[in-house]
Nanobody
């Protein structure tokens, strides 16, 4: 059974940076596409970024493009989300997700989810 554990969230001022990590266990990491999603209070969970099995293909929501970078280290079974130039509207709980198949922006296509890490951006 795949398990995902996020870390790296916290409180940061607008314009600052944070790097989230997600540790994967319970499966063959290189067989899984990985994604980051976020959910703000009162809002639906939304796609942030995704990376393919090999790390060669990445996808981003328009709202984070050019500010966030997703990457993976298949030797460490870890996926990262480097967030820069953070804005108050980036405040949310950030979730890591895995699917045994191609990358997707669709929340419903992911099989496994972490518990999330809180990111708060102050103005």
């Amino acid at each position: 059974q795949v398990q995902l554990v996020e870390s790296g969230g916290g409180l940061v001022q607008a314009g600052g940076s944070l790097k989230l990590s997600c540790a994967f266990s319970g499966g063959t990491f290189r067989h899984y596409a990985m994604g980051w999603f976020r959910q703000a209070p009162g809002k639906a969970r939304e796609f942030v970024a995704a990376v393919s099995w090999t790390g060669g293909n990445t996808y981003y929501a328009d709202s984070v493009k050019d500010r966030f970078t997703i990457s993976r280290d298949n030797a460490k079974n870890t996926v990262y989300l480097q967030m820069s130039n953070l804005k108050p509207e980036d405040t949310a709980v950030y979730y890591c997700a895995a699917r045994e198949g191609p990358s997707s922006e669709d929340v419903g296509r992911y099989d496994s989810w972490g518990r999330g890490t809180q990111v708060t951006v102050s103005s």
